[in-house]
């Protein structure tokens, strides 16, 4: 089966890419690497260069290689930089999904894998489950939860059938740690092995689960393998809440560096974070293996041989009005 892989260059979609291949698709990967890169991409993947902008060269895609199954990945998955990347934040991440699905409709794909977010829940729902109702308070979270509600359109219109994860915090070899928006693991590792310290917004109290690769990626390429996973949505990741201080702790010890942190002004951000999987258990016998520590490790050890990366430069920011002062340097 032939497999279009979109966001093949980055952090979560090589992932995918390379456990489809494991698993004996043809696998198709587009790309626009403004924040992957090639490296990333798995051998024996057929790479194409571009956007989910292009309507055109999307739909060159899906005739040449008769694209029987889609995963939708490529998206610019910074949350709190929503707030201020409004028009770019939508036109990449619900108008090139729109692109997307409209060729996944036409190819009459298979199954149209969707990678969403915990972002569409909000505050105060907790843990978060997928029988509640999304309540986003972020551009990023309503743009994830908008596609959401298009695909449930699209099956009823056009019988296109579609699996939805909501990952949380995920984490692993491939992260693109120069980014300074986004990936808090990244971060910190990026900063210790430049020297500086971990900065931490507000006292760092806020907690999150975060998420291994390892567990999530391997789940993801066999769903479409699972019948009873079609038209539901599943949150995926880890069971156990973090705070961001304990988490700078662990990231330095797997360093193997003093944890030096320092903190900035708190930002507007949901401040606990974390998922019941009950559900994704209940389908798949799905429960997270890796523990933070242990991901943790394999992480720093990847990031030791890759060596630190120059923060990404200034991202599209549309409006200054708020921003924390230490994304305006």
């Known amino acids: 089966m032939a497999m279009l892989v979109t966001g093949a260059a980055g952090f979560i979609g090589s992932h ?12 198709v990967g587009l790309d626009d690497l403004s924040g992957g890169f090639t490296d990333n991409v798995p051998s024996g993947a ?7 902008l292009d309507a055109a060269l999307l739909t060159r895609i899906f005739q040449e290689h008769r694209i029987t199954h889609v995963f939708h990945l490529a998206a610019y998955a910074a949350e709190g930089l929503s707030h201020f990347i409004r028009r770019f934040n939508y036109t990449n991440n619900v108008v090139g999904s729109m692109n997307v699905l409209n060729e996944a409709v036409k190819a009459e794909v298979r199954c149209f894998v969707f990678t969403s ?22 551009p990023y979270g309503i743009a ?6 298009d695909l449930h359109a699209a099956r009823r219109m056009f019988g296109i059938d579609s699996i939805v994860f909501r990952p949380h915090n995920v984490y692993g070899e491939r992260q693109h740690i120069g980014d300074r928006y986004r990936n808090v693991i990244g971060i910190f590792m990026n900063q210790l092995m430049r020297g500086e310290p971990m900065s931490i917004f507000g006292d760092g109290s806020q907690t999150r689960a975060f998420s291994y690769i390892g567990d999530v990626a391997p789940l993801m390429a066999r769903a479409i393998e699972q019948p009873a996973a079609y038209n539901e949505v599943f949150n995926i990741g ?15 010890r797997a360093m193997g560096v003093p944890p030096v942190t320092t903190h900035l002004e708190p930002r507007k951000e949901v401040v606990h ?4 999987h009950s559900k994704i258990a209940r389908v798949f016998g799905y429960r997270s293996r890796w523990s933070l520590a242990d991901g943790l490790e ?5 990031a030791k041989h890759a060596g630190p990366a120059s923060p990404s430069p200034r991202q599209h920011i549309e409006l200054t009005r708020n921003l924390p002062p230490s994304w305006t340097a």
């Open 16 to 27: 995918v890419a390379e456990q489809l291949l494991r698993r004996g698709h043809e696998v």
């Open 298 to 302: 394999r992480m720093a050890a990847w």
């Open 144 to 149: 994830k939860y908008a596609v959401e509600m």
């Open 238 to 252: 880890a069971d156990q809440p973090t705070s961001v201080n304990d988490l700078a702790a662990l990231v330095a």
């Open 46 to 52: 057929i790479f194409v260069q571009g956007t989910v």
């Open 273 to 276: 974070a974390f998922a019941d």
């Open 117 to 138: 977010s915990i972002a569409v829940y909000g505050a105060g729902q907790t843990p978060m489950r997928e029988s509640l109702t999304p309540e986003p308070e972020d």
